[in-house]
């Protein structure tokens, strides 16, 4: 016979902290009982099962990518709780920003691949592969930053600087701008969490972001004097196909914006919770250091496992159906990736970490169609050598005694591990 506490759905707030930190127990549920679940407060449709998310994906003449109201309207929300005073000086910020054209994450065919098609040739299998030798070095400088200590906040000391060091590498942020670059790009990052923060921060991330901005115009113009091999200049000189003009600045830091999140925050939240798991699953250090050659189907569970980004809003453009769950034009749904990676249809025993599994790829942290991750070869790069290199030189890797246990940053769209203090053995890599 049926539970009925199980059967019943009423009780899920997926807006709620705890579950946020931890969903996936309520991403079970609504998978068998609603997969389609409707939250009235929002009007958001919150898909759950794999098939659905790959119905729904494959689709984009009924489910748009569109979808400014969603981000627009939660940047509302946090604005309107503010006191008058900090609204007001967030309004001077906001005033000073160079508006954002909607371009690759929230566009449509075909002006979508417009934008994609511009910045693909920094991420072919090539060049993929000519870039290996200095995100090796970048890797292994970072190790020797830390690794003789023997304890160490993993997030603050690797997973967070190779990244941000990469992707401004990539971009071309000069070396005297580097330290700025990092403190913005993480702030930057951290807003599309859609987590309570401070009004201090409010005010900081604002700050930030016009200053961020105008380090990047400024790289946009020195790039049309003097062109140089790198992703700012590729669309400082850019024109879209059949346009005469160059890119706009607006137009350029739409897209820069988005890889600092593509090409930061998630690698760096996939390090963590890759590390994390190898914590808790002590026997995969060794398996992986005895057969290095699994340590890709490992990045791909812990991608499945943990996915850094949990869902992403869709627009309903006309009336239908999605798993006889009806929707009106003008509803949002939200695919869920980090429940449909967990998906026992999808996914034998979804929930344990398996290094052997078979057709591990087929998890959807980096989505899936024409809106696929085109960041997902270069943090994949990143993940498959960083791993190797930290288990080459750590031992008995596991969590350090006297800290409170590691747990997600409450977020509705980001999966982010904010700190994870661990104790190793340094071997003789």
Not at 268 to 294: A, H, K, Y
Request: aromatic letters at 6%; proline letters at 7%.
């Amino acid at each position: 016979m049926a539970d009925p506490a199980t059967d019943s759905v009423d009780d899920i707030q997926l807006f709620d902290p705890e579950i946020l930190k931890e969903p996936y127990e309520a991403y079970q549920r609504l998978r068998d009982n609603a997969p389609v679940f409707h939250i009235p407060a929002f009007n958001l449709h919150v898909v759950t099962r794999y098939d659905l998310l790959r119905e729904a994906i494959r689709d984009t003449e009924t489910y748009s990518s569109k979808m400014d109201g969603f981000i627009g309207g939660s940047q509302q929300m946090m604005f309107d709780s503010a006191p008058e005073d900090v609204q007001k000086e967030l309004r001077h910020w906001a005033e000073q920003m160079i508006e954002i054209p909607p371009t690759m994450l929230t566009l449509d065919e075909p002006e979508h691949t417009q934008y994609r098609s511009l910045v693909s040739k920094l991420f072919t299998v090539s060049q993929i592969r000519k870039a290996e030798p200095a995100v090796q070095v970048v890797i292994d400088e970072t190790i020797e930053n830390f690794i003789d200590s023997g304890s160490v906040d993993f997030m603050s000391a690797f997973a967070g600087p190779v990244p941000l060091r990469i992707i401004a590498d990539r971009l071309g942020i000069p070396e005297a701008d580097r330290v700025f670059f990092d403190d913005a790009a993480t702030a930057a990052a951290a807003g599309l969490r859609f987590s309570p923060i401070s009004h201090d921060e409010m005010l900081r991330r604002a700050r930030l972001g016009v200053e961020l901005q105008q380090l990047l115009v400024r790289l946009i113009e020195e790039c049309r004097r003097e062109p140089q091999e790198n992703m700012i200049s590729i669309l400082a000189n850019s024109k879209l196909e059949g346009d005469d003009r160059l890119l706009t600045h607006g137009e350029c830091l739409s897209v820069l914006n988005q890889f600092l999140v593509a090409g930061h925050e998630t690698t760096t939240s996939t390090f963590g919770w890759g590390m994390l798991l190898l914590c808790r699953n002590p026997e995969i250090q060794d398996v992986l250091r005895d057969d290095p050659s699994l340590v890709k189907t490992f990045v791909e569970e812990v991608l499945r496992l943990e996915s850094p980004v949990q869902g992403l809003p869709r627009l309903v453009t006309k009336d239908t159906e999605l798993g006889g769950h009806p929707l009106k034009a003008g509803n949002m749904i939200m695919l869920r990736y980090g429940a449909a990676n967990r998906d026992e249809r999808q996914f034998e025993n979804p929930d344990e970490l398996d290094v052997h599994r078979k057709k591990a790829g087929m998890q959807m942290a980096f989505g899936s169609g024409v809106h696929f991750c085109i960041g997902a070869p270069l943090a994949r790069q990143e993940l498959n050598l960083g791993f190797p290199a930290l288990l080459k030189r750590m031992g008995n890797i596991r969590l350090a005694p006297g800290h409170p246990p590691p747990e997600a940053e409450p977020s509705f769209i980001l999966r982010n591990l904010p700190q994870l203090h661990i104790d190793y053995e340094l071997l003789d890599g």
